[in-house]
């Protein structure tokens, strides 16, 4: 096997904007895909997060491809998730002499508000697991190394978007001059660490609860917005008695 550095083209989409300082990562070998809910599962080890519904999203998601700097610990989740994986041809090797560093590819949803009002009125399933569920996360991001298609289609591109396709898989559908020239298939890219978003939900005026934003994990949510739904069906039990 021929192991060699690798240097990333430099890509970055106009409105992908910049990464936050305080971004949690967890790190992955496993398959995940971009906008799919479930939990965390936690061992003696390692946590793991268990996909239990792929959300249907049948308008464009808008997301953010950026191109970030290994650090030591993205390096070091990068190098743990090639355990187990052959046919690895194109290692990368993080060298401090070197003066280029490498790089990897963080992708991002960036329209939360979409992808909220799909899961209220478009999937019902979905919705009606997130209700029941302890802790309900999101995949907000990922961390991949990406295939030359990717970074081909990325160069040529002026908008990216998050969609689910035909085979109920979320892909990348990549725009140029409001025209798609092509998608990605999460699946070919090496995704090392993923991003979790949290729900908050609310209560609406006609009496029904709902999702009202997605916030970063562990953040709190509103005063008005509760972190599960069964504080507010409490609510709404002890306002019909008022009655």
Known sequence: MLFFTVLFISVFIASCGVLPKNNNFHPTNSEIELGVVGEKQKSIRKTNFETFGTPKYDANIKVSVSEVLFTKKSYKQYLNSLKNKKGIDNMIVMNDS???KPRYTVV??????SVVNSLNKSNFEVFNY???SNNPLLVLSLQLIPNQEFLSLIKNSDAVYLKTDKQSKQRLFIYKDEKEIGSIDFSKQ???GYELSSFCWKVTSRKKI???TLIN???NCSNSTKDTPEALEKELIKSSFKF
């Open 217 to 219: 994990e562990n953040q």
């Open 190 to 192: 090496l995704i090392f």
């Open 130 to 132: 997130l209700k029941k």
């Open 98 to 100: 070197i003066q280029s």
């Open 108 to 113: 991002k949803i960036e329209n939360r508000v």
């Open 210 to 212: 709902e999702i009202a």
